[in-house]
């Protein structure tokens, strides 16, 4: 026998192998007796746990921008800057914003740092 029937042989048996693994498993999705399936029931003592406090207000630090700000709460600057009248994207170190929606019934604060205007 030459090599190329060798080749030829041992591919029929083995693609005849897979082909009768593969018959198999369509009967064991036919017949659903055949098939293992736990189901559990539910368990109502678990609890899902609270949301995360709302974080309301954010300290500027050194480093912090309003992008940066805005993206660690997920807003976006439009937001940050009109919730605290902010111009220009000028934020001071120790400077109190905040980055959650105001209540509806409330005006947006002023910053809650004065301004420091140089006396001339």
Known sequence: MTLTK???MLALGLSSLFLAGCAEMDTQDENPA???TTVSPMDNS?????????V???IVKRGDTVFNIAK???RNVAQITAWNRVKHNRIRL??????APPPANTKPETSSTPNKRKKR
Do not use: N, T
Not at 46 to 54: G, L, N, R
């Open 72 to 74: 660690r709460y997920g």
């Open 6 to 8: 060798k080749l030829a």
């Open 46 to 54: 678990q609890v899902v746990p609270p949301p995360p406090p709302v």
């Open 94 to 99: 120790g400077q109190k914003l905040r980055v």
């Open 56 to 58: 309301e207000y954010h």
């Open 34 to 36: 055949m098939v293992e």
